[in-house]
C-alpha cells in the first residue's frame, strides 16, 4: 500500500479490499456511517449479522449451557452436593481469568448458603494447576467436591490421586488437551468430546455458563424460598476475564465485556473500586483498563506476590480489606516492572542474535518465572514472531511463551512434552506454558525448529500490517472516533482498527517520557494530527521517526480521542511510518 514494501519497522502494508456497493447497501439498511459500513464487511459482518455486532447482548447471544459436553453431570453433581451440605471447594489458577473465576463461584455458592474453600496454588512451590498433595489437602479438610477453574484439564495425576481417595473433582477450564483427565464431569469446549462451539470462551465465560445452568437446576428443585440470585452481578467478573485472558472477542465475549464494563462502572464490587482509586482512574471504562490497568495488578500477586491476593481482592466484601489488598497488589505490580524490564534489556539482546530465525528463545539463570510470560509478549511484539521466554533455578527452568495468529503455540509446547524434551507444558492457541531441565534446551530448540519450516505463511502474515481504512488529518475528528468505536469493544479476534494517514509532513518528532516518540503529523490541506509512538525511543522504527523530522512519510495508527484543557482532541496512536518518497 502507497508503494510500501518494507516500513521503517521492516513490515509490508496491506490496505483491506472494500466492496463499496455493499458498504452502501449495509449504511442504509442500518443507517450507519460509511466508514463503520467499511469495516464491518472487512470483518466479515454482513447486513444479517450487523444488529447483534454493534448491540451484542446477553439476553440475544448467550449459548445454552447444557451444549458443553458433561455439564449435566457437573450441574447435577453440584446439586446433590449442595442438597446434602457437602462442603465445596473451589480449586483456582492465579491469574486474571483463574481468580475471576474462583470469585465467580464464590460469590454464588456464598449466597446461595454454601460458601467454599477457595485454593490457589503458589506459583513458586506448588507450580501451575492441581497436584495430588493438594487435592489430598482438601479431602482431609472435609471437602466432599472439588470444582477446578482455569485448570485441571491437564492434571492426569492429581485427579486419579483425589478419585481414588474418595474425591469427586468436577473440572471447569478451557485449555486442550489430548488427555482426559479422571475428573467425575469435564466441562471444557476445547477437549475432544466436546461440540458446542464454544471454543473462544475463557474460563470465565465456562463457569458463568455453568452457574446459569445451576441457578435454573436450583430453581427447577424448588431451592429458592425468596429471590434467587442475580447472575448479571458478576458480570464485571466475566468482562474482566475476556479481555484479559485475550480469547476472540467474537459472539457471546462481545455482549460479555459490553456488559461487563456497564456493571464495572458502578463500581459496587469493593476489590475493584479499591483497584480504580488506587489506580487512579474513573469510569466510563474500555477494554483498555481492563487489559492495562487492573488486569496487570491482579495479575502481579500471582507473579511476584501471594498467588491467592487476586482472589481475595475480587471477593472482599469489607471496604477496608478490599484497600488492603488494593494496595498489597499494587505494590507487587511496581516490583513486578521493575524486574520485568531488567529481564528485557537480557532477553532483547538474545533477540537480536536471533533474527533470521522464525521463532526468539531467549533463557537465563536467575529469571523470575512470575514475568517471563510477559517478556515473552513484549518480544513478540517487538519482532512479530513467536516468543519462548525461561528462567532457571535450581536444575529447573520455568517458562512462557506468546504467539502469533496462524501458530498454535499450546500445541507445539504439548507435542514437545509428549516427545520427552519438555519436562512439562501445556496452553492454547496464543499463549502456553513450560517446564524444561538445562539439557533439554537444545533438544526443545530442535524440536521447534523441525516444525516451525511449515509456518512461512503464518510468520509472513505476521510481519504484514494490515489497514482497515485511509484518513487525512482534518478528517481524523472526534465524530470518527466516535463512528469507529461501535465496532467494539476491540481486542484478540477483533482488533482495534489500523489507519493510515498517507504522505504527511512530521513537523515535530521528540521523546517524551523515557522511550515514547511524540509526533506532529501536518497535511497537504493543512489539517494537523498528534500522534505518540509508545515504547520505541529505542526501536528501529523510533530512531526513523527522530530522523524524519521535516520530511514527508507515511503514517498508521489507532485514532483515540480525549479530553485536554476542557476541549476535545484526536490523537493518533502510531503502529508504524515508512517514508513517503524514495
Request: aromatic share 6%; with cysteine.
Given at each position: 500500500m502507497?508503494?510500501?514494501?518494507?516500513?521503517?519497522?521492516?513490515?509490508?502494508?496491506h490496505?483491506?479490499e472494500?466492496?463499496?456497493?455493499?458498504?452502501?447497501?449495509?449504511?442504509?439498511?442500518?443507517?450507519l456511517?460509511?466508514?463503520?459500513?467499511?469495516?464491518?464487511?472487512?470483518r466479515?459482518?454482513?447486513?444479517?449479522?450487523?444488529?447483534?455486532?454493534?448491540?451484542?447482548?446477553?439476553?440475544?447471544?448467550?449459548?445454552?449451557?447444557?451444549?458443553?459436553?458433561?455439564?449435566?453431570?457437573?450441574?447435577?453433581r453440584?446439586?446433590?452436593?449442595?442438597?446434602?451440605?457437602?462442603?465445596?471447594?473451589?480449586?483456582?489458577?492465579?491469574d486474571?481469568?483463574?481468580?475471576c473465576?474462583?470469585?465467580?463461584?464464590?460469590?454464588?455458592?456464598?449466597?446461595?448458603?454454601?460458601?467454599?474453600?477457595?485454593?490457589?496454588p503458589d506459583?513458586?512451590t506448588?507450580?501451575?494447576?492441581?497436584s495430588?498433595?493438594a487435592?489430598?489437602?482438601?479431602?482431609?479438610?472435609?471437602a466432599g467436591?472439588?470444582?477446578t477453574?482455569?485448570c485441571?484439564?491437564g492434571?492426569?495425576?492429581?485427579?486419579?490421586?483425589?478419585?481414588?481417595?474418595?474425591?469427586?473433582?468436577?473440572?471447569?477450564?478451557?485449555h486442550?488437551?489430548?488427555?482426559?483427565?479422571?475428573?467425575?464431569?469435564?466441562?471444557?469446549?476445547?477437549?475432544a468430546?466436546?461440540?458446542?462451539?464454544?471454543?473462544?470462551?475463557?474460563?470465565?465465560?465456562?463457569?458463568?455458563?455453568?452457574?446459569?445452568?445451576?441457578?435454573?437446576?436450583?430453581?427447577?428443585?424448588?431451592r429458592?424460598s425468596?429471590?434467587?440470585?442475580?447472575?448479571?452481578?458478576?458480570l464485571?467478573?466475566?468482562?474482566?476475564?475476556?479481555?484479559?485472558?485475550v480469547?476472540p472477542?467474537?459472539?457471546v465475549?462481545?455482549?460479555?465485556?459490553?456488559?461487563?464494563?456497564?456493571?464495572?462502572?458502578?463500581?459496587?464490587?469493593?476489590?475493584?473500586?479499591?483497584l480504580?482509586r488506587?489506580?487512579?482512574?474513573?469510569?466510563?471504562?474500555?477494554?483498555y483498563?481492563?487489559g492495562f490497568?487492573?488486569?496487570?495488578r491482579?495479575?502481579?500477586?500471582?507473579?511476584?506476590?501471594?498467588c491467592?491476593?487476586?482472589?481475595?481482592?475480587?471477593?472482599?466484601t469489607?471496604?477496608?480489606?478490599?484497600?488492603?489488598?488494593?494496595?498489597?497488589?499494587?505494590?507487587?505490580n511496581?516490583?513486578?516492572?521493575?524486574?520485568?524490564?531488567?529481564i528485557?534489556?537480557?532477553?532483547?539482546?538474545?533477540?537480536?542474535?536471533?533474527?533470521?530465525?522464525?521463532?526468539?528463545?531467549?533463557?537465563?539463570?536467575?529469571?523470575?518465572?512470575?514475568?517471563?510470560?510477559?517478556?515473552?509478549?513484549r518480544?513478540?511484539?517487538?519482532?512479530?514472531?513467536?516468543?519462548?521466554?525461561?528462567?532457571?533455578?535450581?536444575?529447573l527452568?520455568?517458562g512462557?511463551?506468546?504467539?502469533?495468529a496462524?501458530?498454535?503455540?499450546?500445541?507445539?509446547?504439548?507435542?514437545?512434552?509428549?516427545?520427552?524434551?519438555?519436562?512439562?507444558?501445556?496452553?492454547?492457541?496464543?499463549?502456553?506454558?513450560?517446564?524444561?531441565?538445562?539439557?533439554?534446551?537444545?533438544?526443545?530448540?530442535r524440536?521447534?525448529?523441525?516444525?516451525?519450516?511449515?509456518?512461512d505463511?503464518?510468520?509472513?502474515?505476521?510481519?504484514?500490517?494490515?489497514l482497515?481504512?485511509?484518513?487525512?488529518?482534518?478528517?481524523?475528528?472526534?465524530?470518527?472516533?466516535?463512528?469507529?468505536?461501535?465496532?467494539g469493544?476491540?481486542?484478540?479476534?477483533?482488533?482495534?482498527?489500523?489507519?493510515?494517514?498517507?504522505?504527511v509532513?512530521?513537523?515535530?518528532a521528540?521523546?517524551?517520557?523515557?522511550?515514547?516518540?511524540?509526533?506532529?503529523?501536518?497535511?497537504?490541506?493543512?489539517?494537523?494530527?498528534?500522534?505518540?509512538?509508545f515504547?520505541?525511543?529505542?526501536?528501529?522504527?523510533?530512531?526513523a521517526?527522530?530522523?524524519a523530522?521535516g520530511?514527508?512519510?507515511?503514517?498508521?495508527?489507532r485514532?483515540?480521542?480525549?479530553?485536554?484543557?476542557?476541549?476535545?482532541?484526536?490523537?493518533?496512536?502510531l503502529?508504524?511510518?515508512?517514508?513517503?518518497?524514495?
Amino acid at each position: 500500500m502507497f508503494g510500501v514494501a518494507r516500513s521503517f519497522s521492516g513490515r509490508r502494508w496491506h490496505l483491506a479490499e472494500s466492496d463499496e456497493d455493499a458498504a452502501r447497501a449495509l449504511a442504509l439498511k442500518h443507517h450507519l456511517p460509511g466508514v463503520l459500513a467499511r469495516l464491518l464487511l472487512g470483518r466479515g459482518i454482513s447486513a444479517d449479522m450487523a444488529a447483534d455486532y454493534l448491540n451484542p447482548t446477553i439476553k440475544r447471544l448467550l449459548p445454552e449451557p447444557l451444549t458443553l459436553a458433561e455439564m449435566d453431570k457437573a450441574i447435577a453433581r453440584t446439586l446433590a452436593a449442595l442438597v446434602a451440605g457437602e462442603r465445596i471447594a473451589v480449586f483456582g489458577d492465579y491469574d486474571v481469568d483463574g481468580s475471576c473465576s474462583a470469585a465467580l463461584l464464590y460469590d454464588f455458592l456464598s449466597t446461595v448458603g454454601a460458601r467454599p474453600r477457595i485454593y490457589i496454588p503458589d506459583r513458586m512451590t506448588e507450580g501451575y494447576g492441581p497436584s495430588a498433595q493438594a487435592m489430598l489437602r482438601l479431602k482431609e479438610e472435609g471437602a466432599g467436591l472439588v470444582i477446578t477453574v482455569d485448570c485441571g484439564a491437564g492434571a492426569v495425576e492429581a485427579l486419579a490421586a483425589a478419585r481414588d481417595a474418595g474425591l469427586d473433582v468436577i473440572v471447569l477450564d478451557h485449555h486442550a488437551v489430548e488427555k482426559e483427565p479422571p475428573a467425575f464431569a469435564h466441562v471444557n469446549a476445547n477437549r475432544a468430546k466436546d461440540t458446542s462451539g464454544l471454543g473462544h470462551l475463557c474460563a470465565a465465560g465456562v463457569v458463568f455458563l455453568f452457574l446459569v445452568a445451576l441457578n435454573r437446576a436450583l430453581r427447577d428443585a424448588g431451592r429458592y424460598s425468596e429471590a434467587e440470585p442475580d447472575l448479571r452481578a458478576y458480570l464485571d467478573l466475566v468482562g474482566l476475564a475476556t479481555v484479559c485472558d485475550v480469547v476472540p472477542l467474537i459472539g457471546v465475549n462481545r455482549a460479555f465485556v459490553q456488559a461487563g464494563l456497564a456493571k464495572l462502572a458502578k463500581l459496587d464490587r469493593p476489590g475493584l473500586a479499591a483497584l480504580t482509586r488506587i489506580a487512579g482512574v474513573t469510569p466510563p471504562f474500555t477494554p483498555y483498563h481492563l487489559g492495562f490497568v487492573f488486569g496487570p495488578r491482579i495479575n502481579a500477586g500471582g507473579r511476584v506476590g501471594r498467588c491467592g491476593l487476586g482472589a481475595d481482592l475480587l471477593t472482599a466484601t469489607d471496604i477496608s480489606a478490599a484497600e488492603g489488598f488494593a494496595a498489597a497488589l499494587d505494590t507487587h505490580n511496581r516490583e513486578r516492572q521493575v524486574i520485568e524490564q531488567l529481564i528485557l534489556e537480557d532477553a532483547m539482546a538474545q533477540a537480536v542474535l536471533q533474527d533470521n530465525a522464525p521463532f526468539l528463545f531467549a533463557a537465563a539463570e536467575g529469571w523470575h518465572p512470575g514475568v517471563v510470560g510477559i517478556v515473552a509478549g513484549r518480544l513478540k511484539e517487538r519482532f512479530a514472531k513467536p516468543a519462548f521466554v525461561a528462567g532457571f533455578e535450581g536444575g529447573l527452568g520455568r517458562g512462557s511463551a506468546r504467539s502469533v495468529a496462524g501458530i498454535d503455540i499450546g500445541a507445539l509446547v504439548r507435542g514437545a512434552r509428549d516427545a520427552g524434551v519438555l519436562e512439562a507444558g501445556g496452553g492454547h492457541a496464543m499463549a502456553a506454558g513450560f517446564s524444561l531441565h538445562p539439557e533439554q534446551t537444545e533438544p526443545f530448540r530442535r524440536y521447534l525448529a523441525e516444525r516451525f519450516t511449515k509456518f512461512d505463511g503464518a510468520l509472513a502474515d505476521a510481519a504484514t500490517l494490515a489497514l482497515d481504512g485511509v484518513v487525512s488529518p482534518a478528517g481524523a475528528t472526534p465524530s470518527l472516533v466516535q463512528d469507529i468505536a461501535r465496532a467494539g469493544p476491540f481486542g484478540a479476534g477483533n482488533a482495534e482498527p489500523v489507519l493510515a494517514v498517507p504522505d504527511v509532513q512530521l513537523v515535530f518528532a521528540d521523546i517524551v517520557g523515557k522511550d515514547h516518540v511524540r509526533l506532529r503529523l501536518v497535511g497537504g490541506d493543512g489539517g494537523r494530527l498528534d500522534a505518540i509512538a509508545f515504547r520505541t525511543a529505542d526501536t528501529n522504527l523510533g530512531k526513523a521517526l527522530l530522523d524524519a523530522r521535516g520530511k514527508r512519510i507515511h503514517a498508521a495508527g489507532r485514532l483515540r480521542a480525549d479530553e485536554w484543557n476542557g476541549r476535545q482532541r484526536v490523537q493518533l496512536h502510531l503502529e508504524d511510518a515508512a517514508p513517503a518518497s524514495a
